[in-house]
């Protein structure tokens, strides 16, 4: 496995590839969802590289960069044991020269939901898994259903921009309580961890609702809040029943609906999301 710091080498490296590339982009402390999309790019692929990149433009003034977990050794001995064959982990002046001055931007869909709680954080993901599409080429890119609206950003600036690859959205992987797999877990104490399985016990309540015919959004909404409540530590950002192309909150769930939320344990801010219908 090559572990490859600069632009040009990645490039280089590109070159002798055997394809189809399968792509993984990551910002490292590797986990169970991580892991996932790496062995659906292995099965898929004849070639599979990830990146390791913490992206100082997707965080906010006052959100986590500085402290947001970094283990590049276990992580590059994770990906060797996956039989990856590149890593790209480049320093944040490798990805962004002093001179850098372009952004790529969806619109719309980003002002929803993390993109209204979290201002300029998609235009930052936009930006940097465009440049990592270029610089790494790949015939297929892998990204967690738990970053639903990432995902949905990501396909849309695939479409918009013409951009010849195909996006694959795998499967959300959970601990054993449900808790979804995120390298923000570790923030929590034992007590805010203990009370944010509630947030997966709120979508299987949403799940279970609609299973029984519930079709009345606001209803589903509301429900899920008074049993997130009902946890003193959770302070909710948002919880939402909403059109999955569109992210417009929905009244009545006629064909599919994304129910996703996002919720603070003390400072520990979890997202998670199934999918209804
Ligand atoms: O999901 C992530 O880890 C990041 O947002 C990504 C896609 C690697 C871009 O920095």
């Given at each position: 496995m090559k572990t490859?710091?600069?632009v040009s080498e990645m490039q280089d490296c590109r070159k002798t590839l055997a394809e189809p590339v399968g792509f993984v982009p990551t910002m490292g402390y590797l986990h169970g969802g991580h892991i996932s999309l790496v062995r659906k790019a292995r099965e898929e692929n004849v070639s599979v590289v990830v990146s390791i990149f913490v992206n100082p433009k997707q965080f906010g003034p006052n959100e986590d960069f500085e402290k947001?977990?970094?283990?590049l050794q276990g992580d590059l001995e994770i990906l060797e044991e996956e039989g990856v064959d590149a890593v790209f982990a480049p320093e944040a002046a490798e990805i962004y020269p002093q001179d850098f001055n372009s952004r790529v931007e969806v619109l719309g869909i980003t002002q929803k939901l993390e993109g209204n709680c979290r201002p300029g954080h998609f235009?930052?993901?936009t930006t940097v898994v465009n440049k990592l599409f270029n610089i790494v080429r790949p015939q297929r890119a892998y990204f967690g259903q738990k970053d639903a609206q990432q995902v949905i950003v990501i396909q849309k600036m695939v479409k918009d921009l013409n951009m010849n690859l195909e996006v694959i959205t795998c499967p959300t992987i959970r601990e054993e309580d449900g808790l979804a797999m995120s390298s923000r877990n570790i923030y929590m104490n034992p007590e805010e961890r203990q009370s944010a399985i509630v947030l997966y016990r709120s979508l299987m309540l949403a799940q279970d609702m609609y299973q029984r015919g519930e079709r009345d959004a606001e209803a589903i909404r509301?429900?899920?809040?008074?049993?997130?409540k009902t946890e003193e530590l959770a302070r909710i950002d948002y919880v939402s029943v909403a059109d999955p192309a569109t992210l417009d909150e929905l009244d009545m769930i006629t064909g599919k609906a994304l129910v996703s939320l996002a919720v603070k344990f003390g400072k520990t801010r979890l997202i998670d999301n199934v999918v209804l219908g």
């Open positions: 490859i710091k600069t947001y977990p970094r283990d235009r930052g993901v509301k429900e899920m809040v008074r049993l997130i």
